[in-house]
């Protein structure tokens, strides 16, 4: 596909470059439908404009939506002020999210504060952006290649895909096809994803692990006898993964929003450096944290947490990034990833927007599984990043522990943040303030947080979190009780290398 770029001054000198060649300038609405540039690079906004501590006062006092639009509106310069509230007032409402304020803070101690990310349809942090990307690539493709339908291509390690079928069902214009590993989901995500309704979604299992699903959906992307196919029809490819910056602008709002909703509650002083731990997989979320940095909010340490696939762990101690190990699955499956994409954008902006050097590193990752970064990229990552995991056992034990401790209930993935952050306080004696990213409801990983509880393994899902909530008191997402009477719409398996055959059947 061809833009005609418009000229750097038409967006407020605000453009869209790609990590592998930084000459392409294409505006946001061209980035956002666009998904990955033609080189194969992430488009990367062009510069990141200030949050000043006066606008964390004036933030403090709006709502989710509100705040939603400021941020966005610093970087989607081509989209008029009514397209960006057209999308915020869309997207986060009461009508997707069960919390009024869409996302909830919980403070366990005096440091320790947890950010509550998965109130949306879907019970997964993934609702906060994909809630809103088909707003935003519905508004933005009208723009640059007016009639095309666009197709989703998602591939998925669980809550991705639930969370952008949920997004796109029967979003005018758009089709949707989600390809997951067989073996790597919950049994409730693979459940959530199999009864998905709408009459533009479908749903496929692979026999393969997550990596081996997005490495086929980004040779999809570049097969020309596909594109030519789609093209035929008049349509086109998008990706509602995060490598669309779509899907990551909306995830830095959340970090700005906790930290003004900190200050207004009084738990921190405006301009107090905090800390913040998230749990990792494809390194999409920490980005959002390390922008929102960028930008001026008080962070200090990034603290990246993982689950036994500690790949960026490794990398973030010694600056070498080595794929060339074993694939594990955990109990933490949604961070089951080898190949964390959005690595990329980070070390781009670390090398000062060195293409030249990005190209030789993922094509280093490409021929041989590995590279290794310079020793001032290493600073740089010594400065912003602690990195830290913990195995399936720590996780459960981490679940058992903060229930008895703060009457607090998480799911796997957050278990591993909070294993992570009580290991750095403890290495560190560092008492800053830190924020905890929860990314799912526990009942999400039901089987797991059972285990973690003591509750009887060989029950079925349903009994186990019907027990959960006897036992806790945390209310049960209503789409997990529906989800008990829908009816299976979705059960094809292929294997890896017929996954270009099943998309073309489709379009
Ligand atoms: C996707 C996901 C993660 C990992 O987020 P990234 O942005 O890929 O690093 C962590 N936890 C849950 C529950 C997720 O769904």
Same mark, same amino acid.
């Given at each position: 596909?061809?833009?005609?770029?418009?000229?750097?001054?038409?967006?407020?000198?605000?453009?869209?470059?790609?990590?592998?060649?930084?000459?392409?300038?294409?505006?946001?609405?061209?980035?956002?439908?666009?998904?990955?540039?033609?080189?194969?690079?992430?488009?990367?906004?062009?510069?990141?404009?200030?949050?000043?501590?006066?606008?964390?006062?004036?933030?403090?006092?709006?709502?989710?939506?509100?705040?939603?639009?400021?941020?966005?509106?610093?970087?989607?310069?081509?989209?008029?002020?009514?397209?960006?509230?057209?999308?915020?007032?869309?997207?986060?409402?009461?009508?997707?999210?069960?919390?009024?304020?869409?996302?909830?803070?919980?403070?366990?101690?005096?440091?320790?504060?947890?950010?509550?990310?998965?109130?949306?349809?879907?019970?997964?942090?993934?609702?906060?952006?994909?809630?809103?990307?088909?707003?935003?690539?519905?508004?933005?493709?009208?723009?640059?290649?007016?009639?095309?339908?666009?197709?989703?291509?998602?591939?998925?390690?669980?809550?991705?895909?639930?969370?952008?079928?949920?997004?796109?069902?029967?979003?005018?214009?758009?089709?949707?096809?989600?390809?997951?590993?067989?073996?790597?989901?919950?049994?409730?995500?693979?459940?959530?994803?199999?009864?998905?309704?709408?009459?533009?979604?479908?749903?496929?299992?692979?026999?393969?692990?997550?990596?081996?699903?997005?490495?086929?959906?980004?040779?999809?992307?570049?097969?020309?006898?596909?594109?030519?196919?789609?093209?035929?029809?008049?349509?086109?490819?998008?990706?509602?993964?995060?490598?669309?910056?779509?899907?990551?602008?909306?995830?830095?709002?959340?970090?700005?929003?906790?930290?003004?909703?900190?200050? !207004?509650?009084?738990?921190? *002083?405006? &301009?107090?450096?905090? +800390?913040?731990?998230?749990?990792?997989? @494809?390194?999409? %979320? $920490? /980005?959002? !944290?390390?922008?929102?940095? *960028?930008? &001026?909010?008080?962070? +200090?340490?990034?603290?990246?947490?993982? @689950?036994?696939? %500690? $790949? /960026?762990?490794?990398?973030?101690?010694?600056?070498?990034?080595?794929?060339?190990?074993?694939?594990?699955?955990?109990?933490?499956?949604?961070?089951?990833?080898?190949?964390?994409?959005?690595?990329?954008?980070?070390?781009?902006?670390?090398?000062?927007?060195?293409?030249?050097?990005?190209?030789?590193?993922?094509?280093?990752?490409?021929?041989?599984?590995?590279?290794?970064?310079?020793?001032?990229?290493?600073?740089?990552?010594?400065?912003?990043?602690?990195?830290?995991?913990?195995?399936?056992?720590?996780?459960?034990?981490?679940?058992?522990?903060?229930?008895?401790?703060?009457?607090?209930?998480?799911?796997?993935?957050?278990?591993?943040?909070?294993?992570?952050?009580?290991?750095?306080?403890?290495?560190?004696?560092?008492?800053?303030?830190?924020?905890?990213?929860?990314?799912?409801?526990?009942?999400?990983?039901?089987?797991?947080?059972?285990?973690?509880?003591?509750?009887?393994?060989?029950?079925?899902?349903?009994?186990?979190?019907?027990?959960?909530?006897?036992?806790?008191?945390?209310?049960?997402?209503?789409?997990?009780?529906?989800?008990?009477?829908?009816?299976?719409?979705?059960?094809?398996?292929?294997?890896?290398?017929?996954?270009?055959?099943?998309?073309?059947?489709?379009?």
């Amino acid at each position: 596909m061809e833009f005609v770029f418009k000229g750097k001054e038409f967006f407020n000198n605000m453009f869209y470059k790609s990590t592998r060649n930084k000459n392409v300038s294409v505006s946001s609405c061209e980035a956002i439908t666009q998904g990955i540039s033609v080189d194969g690079g992430l488009f990367v906004p062009s510069n990141f404009e200030k949050i000043s501590t006066e606008e964390i006062v004036r933030l403090s006092k709006m709502s989710y939506p509100n705040q939603a639009k400021l941020i966005l509106s610093k970087f989607l310069t081509d989209f008029s002020e009514q397209e960006i509230s057209f999308c915020c007032e869309n997207a986060y409402s009461t009508k997707s999210f069960d919390s009024e304020q869409i996302i909830n803070i919980k403070k366990l101690n005096k440091d320790a504060f947890v950010l509550e990310l998965w109130h949306g349809k879907t019970s997964a942090f993934k609702d906060m952006a994909l809630q809103i990307l088909p707003f935003l690539l519905t508004t933005a493709s009208k723009k640059v290649v007016a009639d095309k339908k666009i197709v989703i291509l998602v591939a998925t390690s669980g809550d991705t895909g639930k969370a952008a079928l949920e997004g796109f069902a029967d979003v005018e214009n758009t089709e949707i096809i989600v390809f997951y590993p067989q073996d790597g989901v919950s049994s409730m995500q693979k459940r959530q994803m199999a009864t998905q309704e709408g009459k533009n979604v479908e749903v496929i299992a692979i026999n393969g692990n997550f990596d081996d699903a997005q490495t086929g959906v980004k040779e999809i992307f570049s097969n020309e006898l596909i594109k030519q196919a789609l093209e035929k029809k008049g349509k086109m490819f998008s990706s509602a993964n995060s490598i669309n910056w779509g899907r990551l602008v909306p995830q830095i709002v959340y970090y700005v929003s906790t930290y003004a909703r900190l200050v !207004a509650e009084n738990e921190i *002083k405006n &301009g107090e450096q905090i +800390n913040v731990v998230v749990p990792t997989g @494809n390194f999409g %979320n $920490i /980005l959002a !944290a390390y922008y929102a940095k *960028k930008m &001026g909010l008080p962070l +200090n340490k990034l603290i990246c947490a993982s @689950n036994k696939n %500690n $790949i /960026l762990t490794d990398f973030i101690k010694t600056g070498v990034y080595d794929r060339n190990r074993s694939f594990n699955a955990t109990n933490s499956p949604s961070m089951d990833i080898l190949i964390s994409s959005n690595l990329e954008r980070l070390l781009f902006d670390l090398t000062d927007n060195d293409d030249d050097i990005i190209n030789n590193w993922m094509n280093d990752l490409k021929e041989n599984g590995k590279y290794e970064v310079s020793s001032s990229v290493k600073q740089k990552l010594d400065q912003l990043f602690v990195g830290g995991y913990c195995n399936d056992e720590q996780t459960l034990l981490t679940i058992k522990e903060t229930f008895e401790k703060y009457n607090y209930l998480c799911d796997t993935h957050t278990a591993v943040a909070l294993n992570v952050f009580e290991q750095y306080q403890k290495a560190s004696n560092d008492q800053t303030k830190t924020i905890i990213a929860s990314t799912a409801s526990p009942y999400k990983f039901g089987n797991s947080v059972a285990l973690a509880l003591d509750i009887d393994e060989s029950l079925d899902e349903y009994e186990q979190i019907s027990l959960i909530n006897k036992k806790t008191g945390l209310e049960i997402p209503e789409e997990f009780i529906k989800l008990k009477e829908k009816k299976i719409r979705f059960d094809k398996t292929v294997n890896v290398n017929q996954m270009s055959e099943a998309v073309l059947e489709i379009i």
